[in-house]
């Protein structure tokens, strides 16, 4: 479990232009006892950043109208704190570099795997 390794619940922004993985990662991590946010696009992700003060936001990086890379940006210009981790099935390197520069700091590989979600989380928000 999730929740006893990590310092305190933490409240995850999830934005994913599928859907399904929207519902799928939100029901691992409210099984874990985190909060989530769910976001279908860019800009509604943008706008869940500004008023719902995620810990962490899972971030797809393609997807129409406004990709991850400007969804980070936007969101890094009024929170800085933010820990904002790519979730893509893109793990080229030039994709990562565009990633970094754009202020993401993890990757997430698609299709998740629990294991990897609870590594991320300790190395960021362990007790």
């Known amino acids: 479990m999730f929740d006893r390794m990590v310092e ?7 934005i994913d232009d599928d859907r399904l993985i929207v519902v799928l990662m939100g029901a691992i991590l409210e099984r ?11 800009k509604q992700g943008l706008e869940l950043a500004k008023t719902g003060s995620p ?3 899972l971030l797809d990086l393609f997807m129409p109208e ?11 210009k009024f929170d800085k704190s933010v820990l904002i981790v790519a979730f893509t099935a893109d ?37």
């Open 8 to 14: 305190r619940k933490l409240r995850v922004l999830v």
């Open 32 to 42: 874990n006892d985190f909060e989530v946010l769910e976001a279908t696009s860019g």
């Open 55 to 57: 810990d962490v936001i």
């Open 66 to 76: 406004m990709d991850g890379f400007e969804s980070a940006q936007r969101i890094l």
């Open 91 to 127: 793990n080229m390197p030039e994709t990562k570099k565009k990633a970094e520069l754009s202020g993401i700091k993890d990757f997430i590989s698609k299709p998740v795997r629990i294991e990897e979600l609870k590594r991320l989380f300790a190395r960021y928000f362990k007790k």
